[in-house]
């Protein structure tokens, strides 16, 4: 069994703690495996390479690591179109590997999570390879086979890499197959008793294991609403968006019911975290204390820089204040129905952070601003999860043509941009900014070797390394106390550490503050008696904040600021404010005790 993360018992919590969990108080640190550590020289991170960075990652404070799949992939999509789930990818290692890495992370209190990505198998998948040799074979209904329309696909539904979720099946005129991603990515059918069986076994093997849990990968859609023919078109290409046919329709629940009673009620401790967009009506059934899973990630301040229909080459404008609405609109809804949720601003499917909310401003991207994104994530409620290289800053990447990008969603939709007629050097602009490629760059370990630690001397890293290595790096954030680094070490500390402050971080409610004032974001955890100020402001001038009788910030002791020493605020000074106002420096951000009055 997977150690998990002690929960103290005491008498005299908030009646607000006899939810607690040990995936409440625990921290996530993600872990995209191909770009994270090489150990053997083939310029591919690999099992071994994460087992020798443990040490670095308990450091940081995290207790739990989420792994991108590291399945036996033909890796059309990086290891999201598993051909085998229960066999390690060769260039990741072996199965012992892993058994390997899951025995010491535990020796360290550090539990390992999956990726479960079960919407789709690869079409190398022995299922997929029976289904499409014996169109009599029982593998044939894992899947979505249908007849088209005049040798057209049977409906006009465009995938989420573009182009139409229908691909033609070899030798076989007028017969298409499902595949809401690529077309080497066929959707499974969850109404196949016998298909979901073999998942069911499929989980309960893993976990039997001694892993702590899975990520749940694109499980809203699992449930189609299929319709024949073609619907009114959302795009220059003729296609109509998927989402509306395959995510959270009627029906989903009995399926999600039937996936948590078979594989995760039958362990006990197993945390699921789920890629699932939910509306707020429905967060009790997904998300509450009985529901399908523990937590799930919200999408909507990750993606407020594009449109629904997915378009990076279209990029939507956005304003602080309606970022800071969303955050906390996420907030509030979660935990006004007593569910929980995975609070990010990264992932491997994301670009950097830093450079998305600061698009327009690139020059003023520093150690100080990244601090203010981190100290604004670290304070929310929900269980945080880092990315590899958040911690230390990292950023985009700008390669010099598309065809040096790897990432088959950045190709498609370059591709789509080129086809609406737009100019390929906007195109190329756009898209390149957008891509995942951008988080995917190798980990940069250390700023002397050439290919900043991530893989041997003769090694050549399957993706470019970012040429900023030299300045932004591990060894250099470690060695420095007033880091990047050491900021999220600090902010870990408060949610995780034995102190007076670790429940009302973990468990205090969201409460916005000034929310008139424009381009700062502000809230306030609540907890009993204890009440911690989290404010950032995200303009390049000072801001004014009014202040009423009621708010009395002169003498709170500041818990943690983002501005270094040497530009002189220091973490244990306390807040000057006049009576009626507080003045926040330059992109500042500030954690604050209301609770404790600074003794002068």
């Known amino acids: 069994m997977t150690q998990r993360p002690s929960v103290e018992s005491g008498t005299n919590l908030d009646s607000r703690l006899q939810g607690r969990k040990w995936w409440k108080e625990s921290v996530i640190y993600q ?164 298909m979901r069986e073999e998942l069911y076994s499929m989980i309960n093997w893993w976990v039997e294991k001694g892993i702590a849990g899975f990520r749940i990968d694109a499980i809203m859609n699992i449930k189609k609403t299929m319709i024949e023919g073609v619907v009114q078109p959302d795009g220059d290409d003729g296609l109509v968006s998927i989402n509306k046919y395959i995510i959270n329709q009627p029906g989903i629940k009995d399926l999600l019911r039937g996936l948590k009673d078979n594989t995760f009620a039958k362990h006990q401790n197993i945390m699921t975290l789920a890629e699932a967009a939910v509306p707020d009506d429905q967060l009790e059934d997904f998300v509450g204390p009985d529901g399908f899973f523990d937590m799930s990630f919200d999408f909507r301040a990750a993606d407020i820089d594009i449109p629904e229909s997915g378009e990076w080459y279209r990029p939507t404008d956005w304003t602080v204040n309606e970022l800071r609405d969303t955050l906390l609109d996420v907030q509030t809804g979660v935990q006004r129905r007593g569910c929980w949720g995975a609070t990010y601003f990264e992932n491997h499917d994301q670009n950097r952070s830093i450079n998305k909310y600061f698009r327009r401003r690139q020059e003023d991207i520093s150690a100080v601003t990244k601090k203010l994104l981190a100290t604004v994530l670290l304070g929310f409620r929900g269980t945080p999860v880092v990315y590899q290289g958040e911690e230390i800053g990292m950023e985009n990447i700008q390669l010099s043509s598309i065809d040096r990008y790897e990432d088959v969603n950045t190709h498609s939709q370059y591709d789509a941009g080129i086809a609406a007629g737009m100019d390929p050097r906007d195109v190329f602009r756009l898209v390149s900014y957008r891509s995942r490629d951008n988080s995917r760059t190798p980990m940069q370990w250390d700023g002397d070797s050439e290919n900043a630690g991530f893989t041997t001397p003769r090694g050549r890293p399957w993706l470019p390394v970012n040429p900023n290595y030299r300045v932004i790096n591990v060894d250099d954030a470690v060695d420095d106390k007033n880091s990047v680094y050491h900021h999220y070490r600090r902010l870990i500390e408060l949610r995780t550490g034995n102190h007076k402050y670790k429940h009302v971080f973990v468990y205090g409610e969201t409460v916005p503050k000034f929310v008139h004032v424009d381009n700062v974001i502000a809230y306030e955890r609540v907890l009993g008696d204890q009440s911690i100020l989290i404010l950032a402001n995200f303009q390049k001038k000072p801001v004014d904040l009014p202040l009423d009788d009621s708010q009395h910030l002169r003498g709170k002791k500041i818990l943690i600021s983002n501005y270094d020493d040497d530009d002189g605020v220091d973490d244990d000074v306390v807040v000057a404010a006049a009576a009626n106002k507080m003045t926040i420096l330059p992109y500042q951000a500030l954690i604050v005790d209301l609770t404790t009055q600074h003794p002068n």
């Open 31 to 194: 872990v995209y495996p191909r770009s994270f550590q090489d150990t053997n020289g083939d310029g591919i991170g690999d099992l071994d390479g994460i087992t020798a960075r443990l040490d670095y990652i308990k450091g940081l404070g995290a207790n739990l690591i989420w792994i991108c799949p590291m399945y036996k992939s033909p890796r059309s999509d990086y290891g999201y179109d598993i051909s085998d789930y229960y066999t390690v990818a060769e260039e990741y290692g072996t199965n012992n590997d892993l058994y390997n890495l899951i025995a010491t992370a535990k020796s360290k209190g550090i539990g390992i999570l999956l990726d479960l990505v079960i919407n789709h198998t690869s079409d190398e998948h022995e299922w997929f390879q029976k289904a499409l040799r014996d169109p009599d074979s029982k593998y044939r209904g894992y899947y979505f086979f249908k007849r088209g329309i005049d040798g057209r696909p049977p409906n006009n539904w465009r995938s989420y890499f573009g182009g139409s979720a229908w691909e033609a099946v070899p030798n076989e005129p007028d017969m298409f197959y499902l595949h809401a991603f690529s077309k080497k990515m066929p959707d499974l059918n969850w109404e196949n008793a016998e």
